[in-house]
C-alpha cells in the first residue's frame, strides 16, 4: 500500500490526501523531535506534506482537523521551532505556517488551528532576526494571520485587553530597511485597526501612541533629509532620480496616515491627529512656512518644502476632522498652534523639544499671510509661487473641507455666495499679469496653473460679474501685451514659424495632468534656467532670445484659451493648417491633365525614379503646389491620371544636395518629428530627374514652393495676432504672395492648391496600397472596381 518517496526514510500513500497518511506523518514527526542534520530534510519534507493534507481537509474532511486537534500536532511544530542551530528548519516551518493559514477557509477549521494559545507562542518566539529569509517569512506569517482577526477570532490573540502580540511583535519592524517588510506592518496594523471589538478597541488606543510618535518621528526625519537634499541639489537627472525615491517615500507615508483617518475610529483619529500636530503639523509644516523660530537652533524647512508638503497633505489626506484642524491653524491660527519645535544640536543630533509661551506679541494669521506671500511674490520666486498656487488649488478640491469653514476664509465653494478673498485674487490676477512682462521669472506651467485655480473660482462664482469681469479684463490685457511681443518677433525672426508650430503641437500634445505635479522631482528641485538639465522649456526658466520667444509663445497660448473660455469664443485659427482648403492625401487619385492645363505650368509637373531609403527605385511624378510636395505614380487603368504615393507640406521639406547634378536628397521633417527630436525623417530619398534641367527646375520650385507656403502660414499668424505682413515680407523675388488676409476677403482658397472636385468620401478606409477608394468625379466616365480595389478621384 505504501510506496518510496524520494527520500529513503519517508514513504508516501498511494492517497496522499488521507487521514491515513496523516496519522503515517504524525508518526514521522514523532520519532524525529531531535532534529538534526540528517532528518532535517525529512522533518520539513514532512510538514510540507501534512499541510497539504490539512489544506484538502479543509474543504472535504473534518475528520483530518479532528485527528490534528485531537493528537496536538501543532505542538510538534511548537519543538521543533524552539530547539537551537535550526534556522533552515524555522525558514520552512514559517513557511508551511503561512501557507496553511492563508489557505484555510473553513472558519471551524481555523478555530482549530488558533487554539491552545500556540499561534501566540509562535509570535512571540525569539526568531533569528539576523537571517534575511527568517524575518521576511515570520512578517509575511504576522501579515496573513492579521486577515484572519475579526470579532470572533480576537479573542485567540489577545488573552486580556494589555496583549496582542500580533501588533506588539509587528511594529517592531515599522522602520525596517526592506520596503516589503515596512509594507507588511502597515497592513498588519491597519487590519488590526479595522477590527471593531471592544477590548481590541482600548487595547489600541492604550498603547499606540508610541506607535503613531514613533512613525511621525521618523516622517519628520524623512521630510528634513529630503529638504536638505532638494535645496542642495541641482536639477539634473540623477537628482531628480534620487529625490523621486524621497517623494514616493513620503506620498506611501501620506496614504497610510489616510487609511488609518478614514477607517472613522473618532478615538484613533483624535490619537493620530495630536500626533501629527506635535511632530508634523506645527513644528514643521505652520513654523517654516512663517519662518517661525523659538530658538537659533530651531530646525525649519524651506518655505517651498512647506508649500509642498502642504500641497501633498491636501491631496492625500480625506479626513474631515484632520482637514478641519490643519485649515482652521493654517487660515485663523497664530504662533500659539505651535507647541513644539525641532532643534538640532552637535551632542544629540536631531530632537523634538516643548515650547513654552510665547513671549513675543502674536500676529494675526501669521501663516494665512505668508500663503499670500509667496503668491504675492510669484515674478521674483516662482518656485514658491507654483507650491502656493498648488496649496491652494487642493484646498478648493478637498471634499473633506466644510463649507463653513471655507466661506470664512472666503475661500470659494459650489453654491458659494461669499466673494472671493480679495487679496488672493488680486494675487492671482497678478501673477497672469506678469507673465507679459518681458523680465518675467515666471514659468508657463505656474501660469497654467493660475488658470486652473480662476477658472474653479470663477465657476463656484458664476453670480459675481464684477470679479468675472475683472478677470476677463486683465487675461485680456495681457493677451495684447503678449501679442506685441509676439508682433515684433515675427518681424525680426527668421525661424518664428517653426517655433510657433513647435510650441503650439507641444500645448496641444503635451500631457500635463495636475494630479502628477506633486510628484515630479523636477519641479521640486529650484527652477533650472538651462536645457542642459533636460527639463522642457514649459518647466523651467528661458535662458537667451530664442527660448524667451518660445516662453511668450506658450504664454500666449494659454492665455488666449483661457480668454477664449471666458468668453465663450470659438477658435478661428489654430491650429494654421485647419485654415487651408483640403488637401491631396495619401492613396487620393488626381487627373494630372486638368491639373496641367489649370493650374501649373510644365515644370510643376516632372517626371523621375524615386530611391528610398530601401533601395527601391520607383517611377513617379513630383507635383507641387502652394502648399504640398506630393510624389504621384501614374495609374495604369487610366489614362492621364495619377496615384498619390507620399505628400507633405513644402514648408516641411529640405533639399540635400549631392554630387550628381541630375539628383535631388529630399528630406521632410514635420512639426512633431522636430518636437520629439528623434532624428528620423518621416520621408528621406533620392529623386533622380532625366536631365540637369529638369533637376533644377524641380530644385526651384520646391525652394518658391516652400517660401510661399511659409508666408501664407505666416500671413494666418499674422491675422490672429491683429497685423498685416511687413512689405519686405509680401513680396518674393519681386512677384506678389497673396496673403491669408486678403484670401479671407475674397473667399477664395489658395492659388495653385491641387483641389478635389468631389467633397463626398467613401466611408471605406484608405488602405497603404491605394484599396478601399471610391468615388466619380464629372465630368470623367466613372471608374470600376478593379479586382486590386478602387481608387478615389480628385
Known amino acids: 500500500m505504501l510506496k518510496k518517496f524520494s527520500t529513503p526514510s519517508l514513504w508516501r500513500s498511494k492517497n496522499p490526501h488521507s487521514l491515513e497518511y496523516l496519522r503515517y506523518l504524525q508518526g514521522v514527526l514523532v520519532k524525529n523531535e531531535k532534529i538534526t542534520d540528517g532528518n532535517s530534510a525529512l522533518v520539513i519534507e514532512a510538514m510540507r506534506a501534512i499541510t497539504e493534507i490539512l489544506i484538502w481537509g479543509d474543504q472535504n474532511d473534518a475528520t483530518v482537523f479532528d485527528f490534528f486537534l485531537e493528537r496536538q500536532m501543532f505542538s510538534h511544530f511548537l519543538q521543533i521551532m524552539q530547539q537551537a542551530d535550526t534556522s533552515f528548519v524555522n525558514i520552512q516551518l514559517l513557511q508551511t505556517l503561512n501557507i496553511l493559514f492563508e489557505n484555510t477557509k473553513n472558519e471551524t477549521s481555523l478555530y482549530f488551528l488558533l487554539s491552545n494559545n500556540h499561534v501566540n507562542s509562535i509570535i512571540t518566539h525569539n526568531f533569528d532576526f539576523s537571517n534575511e529569509e527568517i524575518i521576511a517569512y515570520y512578517i509575511s506569517f504576522l501579515k496573513t494571520l492579521s486577515f484572519k482577526l475579526n470579532t470572533k477570532t480576537v479573542h485567540f490573540f489577545s488573552e486580556n485587553a494589555d496583549q496582542l502580540p500580533l501588533f506588539s511583535e509587528a511594529v517592531r519592524f515599522y522602520k525596517h530597511s526592506e520596503p516589503m517588510i515596512r509594507i507588511a506592518v502597515r497592513t498588519l496594523t491597519l487590519n488590526i485597526f479595522k477590527v471593531k471589538e471592544q477590548m481590541l478597541h482600548k487595547f489600541v488606543i492604550k498603547h499606540s501612541r508610541d506607535y503613531f510618535n514613533n512613525v511621525c518621528q521618523e516622517i519628520a526625519h524623512h521630510i528634513i533629509e529630503m529638504d536638505t537634499f532638494a535645496r542642495s541639489a541641482q536639477n539634473e537627472a540623477s537628482n531628480r532620480s534620487r529625490l523621486s525615491q524621497y517623494i514616493d517615500v513620503h506620498i506611501d507615508n501620506l496614504h497610510y496616515l489616510n487609511d488609518i483617518l478614514v477607517i472613522g475610529n473618532s478615538d484613533l483619529n483624535s490619537l493620530v491627529i495630536d500626533c501629527l500636530h506635535q511632530f508634523l503639523i506645527g513644528p514643521i509644516y505652520l513654523a517654516s512656512l512663517a519662518s517661525i523660530r523659538a530658538q537659533p537652533n530651531t530646525l525649519l524647512i524651506s518655505r517651498v518644502t512647506s508649500l509642498f508638503l502642504f500641497a501633498q497633505f491636501l491631496k492625500i489626506i480625506q479626513e474631515t476632522e484632520t482637514i478641519q484642524n490643519v485649515l482652521t491653524s493654517l487660515f485663523f491660527g497664530d504662533i500659539n498652534d505651535i507647541r513644539t519645535e525641532w532643534v538640532r544640536t552637535l551632542s544629540d543630533g536631531i530632537n523634538l523639544a516643548m515650547l513654552r509661551k510665547w513671549d513675543k506679541s502674536v500676529e494675526s494669521s501669521p501663516f494665512r499671510n505668508h500663503l499670500f506671500m509667496a503668491l504675492h511674490d510669484g515674478n521674483d520666486d516662482d518656485h514658491a509661487c507654483f507650491f502656493a498656487l498648488l496649496f491652494i488649488n487642493y484646498i478648493l478640491q478637498n471634499q473633506a473641507a466644510q463649507k463653513e469653514l471655507l466661506n470664512a476664509a472666503q475661500l470659494p465653494f459650489p453654491g458659494s455666495t461669499n466673494k472671493c478673498d480679495s487679496e488672493l485674487a488680486d494675487c492671482l490676477i497678478r501673477i497672469i499679469e506678469n507673465c507679459s512682462l518681458t523680465d518675467t521669472l515666471i514659468r508657463p506651467i505656474t501660469v497654467e496653473l493660475c488658470t486652473i485655480v480662476l477658472r474653479h473660482i470663477l465657476l463656484c462664482l458664476e453670480s459675481d460679474q464684477e470679479f468675472y469681469s475683472l478677470v476677463e479684463s486683465s487675461v485680456r490685457k495681457t493677451q495684447h501685451k503678449l501679442s506685441n511681443v509676439l508682433r515684433g518677433a515675427l518681424q525680426t525672426e527668421k525661424f518664428f514659424l517653426e517655433m510657433f508650430e513647435e510650441e503650439y503641437y507641444q500645448i496641444q500634445k503635451s500631457e500635463r495632468k495636475i494630479n502628477t505635479f506633486l510628484e515630479d522631482p523636477g519641479l521640486y528641485l529650484p527652477p533650472s534656467n538651462t536645457p542642459l538639465s533636460g527639463l522642457p522649456l514649459f518647466k523651467r526658466i528661458s535662458s537667451g532670445n530664442d527660448e524667451r520667444i518660445r516662453r511668450s509663445l506658450q504664454f500666449y497660448f494659454i492665455i488666449r484659451k483661457f480668454a477664449q473660455d471666458l468668453s465663450g469664443e470659438t477658435e478661428h485659427f489654430l491650429p494654421i493648417s485647419s485654415q487651408s482648403e483640403p488637401m491631396a492625401e495619401l492613396n487620393d487619385c488626381i487627373n494630372l491633365s486638368w491639373l496641367l492645363f489649370y493650374f501649373i505650368d510644365n515644370s510643376d509637373l516632372l517626371a523621375c525614379t524615386v530611391v528610398n531609403t530601401k533601395n527601391e527605385r520607383l517611377s513617379q511624378f513630383l507635383v507641387t503646389d502652394q502648399f504640398q510636395f506630393i510624389l504621384v505614380e501614374p495609374d495604369s487603368r487610366k489614362l492621364g491620371w495619377g496615384i498619390v504615393r507620399f505628400v507633405a507640406l513644402l514648408q516641411d521639406v529640405l533639399i540635400v544636395g549631392t554630387s550628381d547634378n541630375r539628383t535631388l536628397q529630399i528630406n521632410v521633417e514635420d512639426v512633431e518629428t522636430r518636437v520629439k527630436k528623434s532624428g528620423k525623417n518621416i520621408f528621406s530619398a533620392h529623386l533622380i530627374f532625366d536631365d540637369y534641367i529638369r533637376c533644377m527646375a524641380a530644385k526651384q ?94
Open 701 to 794: 520650385r520646391l525652394n518658391r514652393g516652400r517660401k510661399r507656403c511659409r508666408l501664407y502660414r505666416l500671413g494666418i499668424i499674422a491675422d490672429m495676432l491683429g497685423m498685416r505682413l511687413p512689405h519686405s515680407l509680401q513680396t518674393m523675388e519681386g512677384s506678389p504672395v497673396i496673403g491669408m488676409n486678403s484670401l479671407r476677403l475674397q473667399g477664395l482658397p489658395a492659388p495653385g492648391s491641387v483641389q478635389r472636385l468631389s467633397t463626398s468620401r467613401h466611408k471605406n478606409s484608405v488602405s497603404s496600397n491605394g484599396e478601399g477608394l471610391l468615388e466619380t468625379i464629372p465630368p470623367d466616365p466613372d471608374t470600376k472596381q478593379c479586382s486590386s480595389g478602387t481608387i478615389h478621384h480628385v
